[in-house]
Structures are given as C-alpha cells and as structure tokens.
C-alpha cells in the first residue's frame, strides 16, 4: 500500500500529526519500534506551556488529557526581584505525565480514521527516486508514502538516514527530576519556577495529586548531586526561596536525571518528500518546559501546511515551506533558550525586565506570554519594552 504519509515516531510529535492527518482524510502510517503502546518515554518532562491551550483545545487534546487526570493553572516565577504570578485569565498549563500522556496520544491516534499505527517495527532506511525520499525501509519490507516524517526524536535515525547537518550547542546545566506525594507548596501557586542565576529549580503539579520536584544546577555543581541524587534534589529544593514544604512529601519514583542535555537544530524539511518534526528538528533547552509544546504545535503546523497538497494532488514543496516559515517562531525562542542554557549569570537587560515587570502589570503580562511561549521572541525584546521597563524600574 502507498501511504500518503509515512510517520516515524509515535511520540507527541508523531501521533499529534497522524491524528491531524487521519482527521483530514488522508492515509498515515506511523511506525514505532517500542511493540507496547504503554511505552513512554521517561527522559522527558510533560509540563506543556500555556502557549499550546489554544491548539490543544481546537483539537480536542485538552480535554482528553484532563479527562485522564491531568492538572491544568498557571505557574509562578521567582528571580532576585521576588515572585511574578500570572493575572486570572492568561492562558494556562496543563500537566499529564508522560506514562499517561504517551499511551493516550497512541490510543487516539490508532483510533484514528485512516491511519495505521504500526508497532514493534524499526525504519532501517529511506527509498529514494530522482533524488526525492518516497518512502521508508523496514527490514525487507518497503513502504511508499508521498511524504515521509521524521518524528524519532533528538537523535532521529530519520535524519541521520538522510545525512542531515546538526548545528549543536551546549547545555551547562544537568538536570534530574522526581515524583513526590504530598508535598505543600509554601510559593503563591501549585506550580512553581525558581530562576536563581545560573541555577534553576521547579515544581510542578501534575495527576495523580503528584508534584515533579526538578533540579537545573550548573555543571559546576555536578559533583555535589552524584553520591545521593535523591537526597541532593531534596536539599536543593528546601534551599529555595519560599521552598516547598516536604516534612511529609513521599517520593513515588526514582530520581531521573542527565548529565548532558545539548540543543540540536536540523534543517526541518532537508530533502523532497521528507520533514522532520518535535524533537528530530529542534531539541531545545529543556529548562524552561517547551519540548511537549513544540511537539503538539509544530505537527499542528505541519498538517495545515501541507494537508491541501497531499488532498489535492498537489506539488508538496509549497506546503513544506510554509511549514519550515511556521516553524520561525520555534526558531525564534530558540536562539534565546540557547543562550540562557550557557547557565551565565543574567544580563543587565534581563535584569531590567525581570525588575520593572514586577512594578509593571503590562510589562508583567508580556514577560509571561513570552514565558508561556505565547508570543513571538520579538513582541517581547525590542525596544519598545526596554523603555517600558526602564520606566518602571526606575518608579517611586
């Protein structure tokens, strides 16, 4: 059978496009190589940004992932200036752990009108005529799409099959995580960053009345956290700033964690026929929470961009440029987090903003929209704001 799409990865990324696609009515197959559906990925957090309610929404994934128990609220942010927390109305957060979330969007996905989930098979290669991918290799078996997605994460054999260039940059800051019931937020809200400079610490409520207690120190302090990781995230978090309460908090998992996390961009649409989406184009810092978002938005873009010419018959090249133009915004927000993830102390402009959005309820929205990957890098940096925040920071 020809498929009209061929999705590699059953990830977020993955089934989020399939089910777009299927809804569409074209046919999908996505290959996994995981044969269990509850198969999750554990090396990853699930708290997505209030950036992805709209989409979530308009696609129903909102609501079945709060039918499933996920925890839904803003989130509050500490720097040196003291706690910024979001006004009522800014758009919210939803948290579904990944053991949940994984089988949820698969189940979704299988269900699907059209598509084929297709499990417990490896991609072994591209097919190529005329110098375009027209389809995968699975062992002997070839099957034909008219356009292949590689959606198989920050590694992505999808994109080492096609020799597409990775522009990497360095992460200072390791990261370990687990999950604890019981625990008593003392901040303002039930999730909660710490912006310390350079390290940074998070709560996070999330179903099952469980919070994810995460540790983002410098590299510096690696050492620190090898002997007893569960004890030194403990210590961590009681040494922030209005620190949770854990006198009675139960960790319910083990301790998690990476000692290196680089970012890694790829040419999104290297070859015809073939794109790469969520992770296997873009794997961002994952400080401050957007690899879950990425993942459902960029497959939302994807489908729109090229869902009227796979239909219609087509020439696809127009729709994948529009999907690599939708993904600027991705881009955008990139180039920031890669320079935050250096783990340097922040700069005087950072520091400006982070001060007079805290004397400044406009300036304050916009700094959390921006948080929220909500608008683009640019509504937030730019001139305009700068004088705004010199403004206020400098009120009686």
């Known amino acids: 059978m020809t498929y009209d799409v061929v999705i590699v990865g059953a990830g977020v990324a993955g089934c989020t496009a399939a089910?777009?696609?299927?809804?569409?009515?074209?046919?999908?197959?996505?290959?996994?190589?995981?044969?269990?559906?509850?198969?999750?990925?554990?090396?990853?957090g699930h708290f997505v940004l209030g950036g992805t309610q709209p989409m979530l929404r308009r696609t129903g994934l909102w609501?079945?992932?709060?039918?499933?128990?996920?925890?839904?609220?803003?989130?509050?942010?500490?720097?040196?200036?003291?706690?910024?927390?979001?006004?009522?109305?800014?758009?919210?957060?939803?948290?579904?752990?990944?053991?949940?979330?994984?089988?949820?969007?698969?189940?979704?996905?299988?269900?699907?009108?059209?598509?084929?989930?297709?499990?417990?098979?490896?991609?072994?290669?591209?097919?190529?005529?005329?110098?375009?991918?027209?389809?995968?290799?699975?062992?002997?078996?070839?099957?034909?799409?008219?356009?292949v997605v590689g959606a198989d994460g920050h590694r992505s054999p999808v994109a080492q099959f096609a020799g597409v260039a990775e522009d990497v940059a360095p992460n200072e800051r390791f990261g370990l995580w687990a999950y604890y019931r019981g625990v008593v937020p003392r901040g303002p809200a039930e999730s909660q960053i710490w912006s310390l400079d350079p390290d940074v610490g998070i709560l996070v409520r999330t179903d099952d009345d469980l919070h994810m207690l995460v540790a983002f120190p410098a590299k510096a302090r690696l050492a620190d956290f090898q002997a007893d990781r569960a004890g030194a995230l403990e210590r961590f978090m009681a040494s922030l700033p209005d620190a949770p309460d854990l006198s009675s908090a139960e960790r319910v998992s083990k301790v998690i964690g990476t000692n290196d996390y680089p970012c890694v961009k790829r040419d999104p649409a290297p070859r015809p026929g073939l794109v790469l989406v969520g992770d296997a184009a873009i794997t961002g810092d994952p400080t401050p929470a957007v690899g879950c978002g990425w993942a459902f938005r960029?497959?939302?873009?994807?489908?729109?961009?090229?869902?009227?010419?796979?239909?219609?018959?087509?020439d696809l090249e127009a729709g994948i440029a529009a999907y690599r133009k939708a993904l600027g915004f991705i881009v955008s927000h990139d180039r920031f987090s890669r320079q935050d993830a250096l783990a340097r102390p922040m700069n005087p402009v950072q520091k400006l903003i982070n001060k007079g959005a805290h004397r400044d309820p406009k300036l304050a929205r916009r700094v959390y929209l921006f948080a929220m990957r909500a608008i683009p890098a640019s509504d937030l940096i730019n001139l305009r704001t700068l004088l705004r925040a010199a403004w206020a920071a400098t009120r009686p």
């Open 298 to 314: 960029a497959a939302e873009w994807l489908v729109e961009s090229t869902t009227p010419a796979l239909l219609d018959g087509w």
């Open 19 to 44: 089910i777009l696609y299927g809804r569409a009515g074209l046919r999908v197959a996505i290959i996994e190589k995981h044969h269990n559906i509850s198969t999750h990925k554990a090396l990853c």
């Open 63 to 147: 609501q079945a992932m709060v039918d499933e128990g996920a925890a839904v609220g803003g989130i509050a942010r500490w720097t040196a200036a003291g706690w910024a927390v979001p006004e009522p109305g800014l758009p919210e957060c939803i948290s579904l752990r990944r053991e949940k979330l994984d089988p949820l969007l698969r189940t979704l996905a299988a269900g699907t009108p059209g598509v084929d989930l297709v499990l417990g098979r490896t991609v072994t290669g591209l097919m190529e005529s005329g110098g375009q991918v027209t389809g995968v290799r699975v062992g002997d078996e070839e099957i034909p799409a008219r356009l």
